[in-house]
């Protein structure tokens, strides 16, 4: 998206973020890459982006620092509301790992229907916990939604 509302880069802080297995590390990758490349990112007052973002969790929130072109802002929002679905997303998504390592291709799609039902559901709420601070579409909070997974999940 070239648009003026997007986001030019995107950073996890390093300090907050949990060790990783190759697919946990790769998903981060790919939803950074992903996130970059396409994305509708536009914080509540800003004139136009491109912004960068660098995400990080303290004391059970999530934090969005955006700085930008004349803009630089910092939102902090409880985890509180998503912790259930972050939860059984995050046990899906261990099952799903599970599944690729030896179950047949039908189960193996009946767990990824069900995981990318969740992410889409977390999707949602995270965008409505942004509501009135960070207006995004909905791949942007679906991949939005898998960053922080890759921050919240330990291990």
Do not use: W
């Amino acid at each position: 998206m070239s648009g003026p509302h997007r986001l030019a880069s995107v950073e996890l802080d390093t300090v907050t973020l949990p060790a990783a297995t190759a697919e946990i590390e790769h998903e981060r990758r790919v939803a950074i890459f992903d996130l970059v490349e396409r994305n509708s990112f536009e914080p509540v007052g800003a004139e136009g982006g491109p912004y960068r973002l660098k995400l990080s969790l303290q004391d059970n929130r999530l934090v969005f620092e955006i700085d930008g072109e004349g803009f630089s802002r910092t939102y902090a929002i409880s985890l509180t509301p998503l912790k259930a679905v972050l939860r059984d997303y995050l046990l899906i998504c261990d099952s799903y790992y599970e599944a690729l390592r030896g179950s047949s291709p039908s189960q193996i799609e009946s767990v990824d229907m069900g995981r990318r039902g969740l992410h889409n559901e977390g999707a949602d709420q995270l965008k409505g916990r942004l509501d009135g601070k960070i207006v995004v579409d909905h791949e942007t909070a679906r991949r939005l939604f898998t960053l922080l997974c890759a921050l919240y999940r330990r291990g």
